[in-house]
């Protein structure tokens, strides 16, 4: 580079002025002191405005910091922040009332010497998973404090630093007591319900047992009087007939065996003789039908489909629910001759012992009391179908309830009186069947329960 070149650029820096050097006129160095002060106006007027907004900015981070600060202060939860080694880094408020220590105390300390040697999960644990970038969700560590070991159910997660590289681990514990209790309490309360359920379930069973033994016992009751009243009779005649055969082997005469066989009324025994055995035999027969009817409709064989008459179901439902319950209810029964349905007879009967059993709870107490069973053929796009319509001259069921009363325990009956499970078992019974249980209210008055069943004649 030539020399000149040199000189001239260094005629135009105020450096150049500054070192004084000695061919520059007066002016020309005046100027140049004057460039030199404009220019140190200018920076320190620069240094100023920079002095003012990080003053600013300071306010600003330390508004921040106060904020996070009167968070971290108001969290009820422990706050543990490590670095990547599990060292602790920054603790909350709530971190040293738990730990009786300072934040100074807590940091720089690894993360396991602040777990109870019992905790569930270990500090190297839950750095694993956040390493693993999981989150860590809902672990429990067991703290150690001065108070003893203390439970907190932990969430957490990785921390990443502002370019995005993970530098650490925050950790959220929540004391699990308060948790644990509400959810004993929970658990308590849903055991108390199960209980009380189970209770209704067995007053259920009970109570529909006890129907069962009374309605079954009041039939019983009719054939066996029966049976009891001609076998007295039949007693008597023997007895008669004993002491007109002795005379006749002791050799009375004809005269005396004729008064005897007419104060013995001997005749009218012997004419009375068949009617009487008959009835016994009558008796005995009713007697042998109930008792087929119970263990056939008591046997709990859920495999045991078969076709069976409505017909007879429907009776023997009637007769022992009603009968011994209301004398007084007109009964009506129409069901086509050989009406059949395929399932469980048991089950079915069931169902109709409890459809009977509801009829006669509403028609208590009211006039004219009547009870109408109807049977019929209903065709449909699956096939044919058999319904049982239970109809009662009851109050109907009022229709903001018609939705409801197939749940279970559902009942507007007083204690002790109903446990609101018939229905709801009936319905299941039902389902199971194939079938299905309608409640409605007939234009007339009263409540019709239809159950709905596959029909024999299906394919
Ligand atoms: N024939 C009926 N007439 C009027 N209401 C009825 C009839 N059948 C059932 N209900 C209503 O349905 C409710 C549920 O019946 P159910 O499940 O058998 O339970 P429970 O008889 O124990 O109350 C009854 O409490 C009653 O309110
Ligand atoms: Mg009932």
């Known amino acids: 580079m030539p020399m000149s070149e040199g000189k001239d650029f260094l005629a135009d820096s105020p450096l150049a002025l500054a070192s004084g050097a000695p061919d520059f006129g007066a002016v020309d160095a005046e100027e140049a002191w004057i460039a030199v002060i404009r220019k140190m106006d200018e920076t320190y007027a620069e240094l100023v405005r920079q002095q003012v907004e990080l003053e600013e900015k300071n306010a600003a981070l330390e508004e921040a910091q106060g904020f996070i600060a009167g968070l971290l202060g108001s969290m009820t939860d422990v706050l543990i922040a490590c670095d990547l080694a599990g060292r602790v880094e920054q603790v909350n408020l ?58 907190v159910s932990v969430n957490g997660a990785l921390r990443f630093d502002p370019r995005g590289r993970p530098v650490g681990v925050v950790l959220v514990g929540r004391p699990i007591g308060e948790l644990r209790a509400a959810y004993h309490a929970l658990a308590s309360a849903h055991e108390h319900l199960k209980r009380t359920q189970q209770q209704l ?28 009243g001609n076998a007295h009779a039949l007693k008597r005649y023997a007895e008669r007939l004993i002491t007109y055969l002795d005379a006749v ?44 009817d119970l263990r056939r409709f008591s046997s709990d064989n859920r495999e045991a489909r078969e076709v069976f008459d409505l017909a007879s179901v429907v009776r023997s439902a009637v007769d022992w629910v009603a009968k011994s319950q209301m004398p007084d209810l007109a009964i009506r029964v129409a069901i086509p001759e050989g009406l059949e349905a395929v399932g469980h007879p048991g089950h079915i009967h069931q169902v109709l012992m409890n459809l009977v059993q509801n009829a006669v709870d509403a028609l208590e107490g009211r006039p004219d009391p009547r009870l109408h069973i109807t049977g019929e053929r209903l065709g449909g796009p699956d096939g044919e179908r058999v319904a049982v319509r239970v109809h009662d001259s009851g109050p109907g069921i009022p229709e903001d309830i018609l939705g409801r009363i197939f749940d279970p325990f559902f009942t507007t009956k007083a204690v002790g009186k109903g446990t609101g499970l018939g229905l709801s078992i009936c319905y299941r019974i039902a389902e199971e069947h194939d079938g299905r249980l309608e409640a409605a209210n007939h234009p007339e008055g009263g409540a019709v329960i239809s159950l709905i069943l596959p029909s024999a004649a299906r394919p």
């Open 94 to 151: 709530a971190a040293e009332r738990v730990f009786g220590q300072l934040a100074d105390a807590l940091t720089g300390r690894p993360l396991a010497a602040l777990l109870d040697p019992s905790s569930p999960t270990s500090a190297s644990d839950v750095l694993a998973t956040a390493a693993r970038r999981q989150r860590i969700a809902d672990r429990e560590f067991t703290l150690a404090t001065p108070e003893g070991p203390q439970a």
């Open 249 to 292: 082997h002791g050799g009375a005469d004809a005269a005396a065996l004729a008064r005897t066989r007419g104060e013995l009324r001997i005749d009218r025994a012997l004419a009375d003789i068949p009617a009487t055995l008959a009835g016994m035999l009558e008796g005995a027969e009713r007697v042998r039908d109930i008792v087929a």
């Open 201 to 228: 379930v067995h007053a259920e069973k009970m109570a529909s047992l006890g129907r069962l033994v009374a309605g079954v016992a009041h039939e019983l009751n009719n054939p066996i009087s029966f049976v009891y």
